[in-house]
């Protein structure tokens, strides 16, 4: 992993503004003095909510990076989110994941929510003093949300949530979950039959269990939530009645997609740095193993692929940031972003030997990470459905478009680059 501090990429250039570059170099020099100690304590206490983490970030105002500086958020856009994660997750891919988990529900309130809301929310998410979740999987029906059971009746002016979600990301941080329920009668079409709300943490019949580490991403919870007979008020429905379709499939698209081609890019970055210290530093034949050609051809794919994905990651962002239709794009970022990552892990496994089964070598945790950006947001299957949509001609909304409008950053930048 990088060890000194590093300077965006040339190819980066046409996508950074000065204020992104300053934003650069501030994430590499909070995860350098605050992540990267606590990263190995994280990975030898995986039993164990890494919750420090998440108050520094906080003091920082990066929870809001997306939301307007009028609600007390930074207003700096996707690039800017992008940047922030992906710095992070080069040293610690749970730390990243912590931060972009809250960013998804954050931008689902910024598109849906009323102006009452927003000024109920967001400025405590500003502030530091409420992180959210959002709860859209279950036990059952996985990602399927044609298939959530989870239900919401209404009783006078409160709504009555039951139900369980799964996997849901910051569930033992979160002051607050934004939970998709089923409001509507058995044989409604799905567009029209779910309802997102949110869900504080204190209210009475809602239950996180204890937390369970999983394979990797030590430190991070992603937990289960039961809600038995939870009463909240009608306010607190975000998006209109039967609109929850689209609050989770914008927010997934627009946020949760490229978030996690962040982090994947993060790990990526910092299998291929672990990598080539390795085989610079390790003598072989009077030289280095860098010095040999079979060595340097399986090294010079990782690179490939890393740049690409690089430029997958920001260009996407870009685009949205701009409020120019890319959808697909931000799905490609995703899906290419993890597969490369992915592959780039083998291959360093298999170039460090048995030096990579070492329990406490840094190369088993980033292997292990990089398992984590497959499932959320829609798996590699779902999202080669997306783009032959796209192929054929029939991806017909476009949330980076419709919702262009409402975002204050989606203009281009006047400081100079």
């Known amino acids: 992993m990088p060890a000194t501090p590093t300077t965006p990429p040339p190819a980066l250039r046409p996508y950074l503004t000065a204020r992104h570059e300053l934003l650069w170099d501030e994430a590499e020099a909070f995860a350098a003095e605050h992540i990267a100690p606590r990263a190995i304590r994280m990975e030898a206490a995986p039993g164990r909510v890494e919750r420090k983490v998440a108050d520094l970030m906080a003091t920082r105002r990066w929870f809001a990076v997306t939301v307007p500086a009028a609600l007390g958020g930074m207003g700096a856009g996707h690039v800017a989110k992008t940047v922030l994660i992906h710095r992070i997750g080069c040293v610690s891919a749970a730390a990243a994941a912590i931060l972009q988990a809250t960013l998804i529900p954050v931008g689902a309130l910024l598109h849906f929510a009323t102006h009452d809301q927003k000024g109920r929310w967001l400025p405590q998410v500003a502030d530091g003093s409420l992180l959210l979740s959002i709860a859209v999987t279950e036990p059952t029906a996985g990602g399927h949300l044609g298939g959530i059971e989870t ?120 299998v291929v740095a672990t990598t080539t210290a390795r085989l610079k530093a390790r003598p072989r034949y009077r030289g280095a193993l860098s010095d040999l050609s079979v060595l340097r051809d399986r090294i010079g794919d990782m690179e490939a692929r890393l740049r690409a994905a690089r ?22 970022a995703k899906y290419l972003g993890h597969q490369w990552a992915m592959t780039s892990a083998q291959d360093a496994m298999e170039l460090h030997g048995a030096h990579a089964l070492d329990h406490d070598y840094v190369l088993q945790r980033l292997w292990r990470d990089i398992q984590h950006t497959y499932p959320p947001a829609g798996t590699g299957e779902v999202q080669r459905i997306r783009l032959a949509d796209a192929a054929l001609d029939e991806d ?22």
Request: with cysteine; hydrophobic share 40%.
């Open 151 to 270: 239900t919401a009746e209404r009783a006078g002016n409160q709504w009555v949530i039951t139900g369980s979600k799964v996997h849901i990301g910051n569930s033992h941080l979160a002051g607050a979950h934004l939970v998709l329920a089923r409001t509507a009668e058995a044989g409604v079409r799905t567009s029209q039959a779910l309802t997102a709300f949110i869900v504080e943490s204190d209210r009475h019949g809602l239950s996180v269990s204890d937390h369970r580490p999983g394979l990797g991403l030590h430190g991070f919870s992603a937990g289960r939530l039961d809600l038995d007979h939870v009463r909240v008020p009608a306010d607190n429905v975000v998006g209109e009645i039967g609109q929850g379709l689209s609050v989770a499939q914008s927010s997934s698209i627009l946020y949760g997609r490229p978030n996690l081609a962040a982090v994947s890019l993060g790990i990526h970055e910092a």
């Open 311 to 332: 430029i997958l990651a920001y260009q996407s962002v870009h685009l949205l940031d701009q409020g120019l239709s890319c959808d697909t794009d931000l799905v490609n």
């Open 396 to 417: 017909h909304i476009q949330w980076s478009e419709r919702l262009a409008a409402e975002s204050p950053w989606a203009q281009p930048d006047p400081t100079p680059a």
